[in-house]
């Protein structure tokens, strides 16, 4: 009678296959809560520490502005005594566009935020004591591209919390910019700046740019939709297509993914208007 009774605890004390399925069922469940919370927290710091960052770019912008009067839309590289930059070549040096958007001479996005720190240390001595006070681990030199190959300068820039470059949007440069139509899925062809069709070259930049002084000519400002992810999906976006809402030129991070066309995630401090 006794092993009988010894017998029936033992069952009971024993799990079920369903009992253990549940249990691993909930451990499962928490550990996928656990891993879903702290990347949220840990996105979540990051995109402070990128809109920290990108209040400091302002406060670079509105210190040059105010010394200044204006940003210009073209940055001279390549003179001696040149800050943080190296000539790229013989021959090669000379006026880069601060165009948010991809340049089809190097394949490469132009580095924005790297040429008007250039020009701003350059002209206004006290930016660098804005862009000294920011983390180190978001400011370091970068040249797009091969280093091997590479068109545009090597300068100091500003990286989001993800490790991409910001993005500077010039009021000369926004918007959508591709030469004619561009079809779905497709990114689109590229304009040529040096030419005179292309008008954005104004007053005396028509006679200095257009003789050989651009370092980057041809250049391409798409902004993805959605229409062509899905007929496409190994696109990546040239930029956000934003408009200035004034005058003054604005930073973006492409956020975490990277993709400046998905504006989703795009972290702003000026928001830009967007065309319909």
């Known amino acids: 009678m006794s092993l009988t009774i010894q017998s029936r605890n033992a069952a009971r004390r024993a799990f079920t296959l369903v009992e253990l399925l549940v249990v691993v069922g909930v451990i499962v469940v928490l550990v996928a809560l656990t891993i879903g919370v702290g990347a949220t927290v840990a996105n979540s710091g990051k995109q402070r520490a990128t809109e920290g960052a990108l209040q400091a770019l302002d406060q670079v912008l509105d210190t040059y502005i105010q010394a200044q009067g204006s940003v210009p839309a073209f940055v001279r590289i390549g003179e001696a005594g040149l800050p943080d930059s190296s000539p790229i070549g013989p021959g090669q040096d000379g006026f880069y566009p601060l165009f948010d958007g991809l340049s089809e001479d190097d394949d490469q996005a ?67 910019i591709v030469d004619g139509t561009r079809a779905v899925g497709d990114a689109g062809d590229g304009i040529d700046l040096a030419s005179s069709d292309s008008a954005f070259l104004q007053g005396r930049e028509t006679v200095y740019l257009s003789t050989g002084q651009l370092g980057l000519e041809r250049l391409r400002r798409n902004a993805l939709q959605e229409a062509d992810y899905l007929q496409n999906p190994g696109l990546v976006g040239d930029s956000d297509g934003g408009i200035c809402p004034s005058p003054r030129p604005y930073f973006y991070s492409s956020g975490p993914d990277g993709d400046p066309s998905t504006i989703d995630d795009n972290v702003y401090t ?5 065309e319909s």
Do not use: Y
């Open 110 to 176: 132009v580095n924005t935020v790297g040429l008007f720190l250039v020009e701003a240390r350059r002209s206004v001595p006290a930016t660098e004591d804005i862009v000294s006070a920011l983390d180190a681990k978001f400011v370091r030199r970068f040249q797009p591209g091969p280093a091997a190959a590479a068109i545009q300068p090597e300068a100091l820039t500003v990286f989001d919390a993800w490790g991409n470059p910001f993005r500077m949007v010039h009021p000369r440069f926004d918007g959508v």
């Open 270 to 274: 000026t928001r830009p208007r967007f």
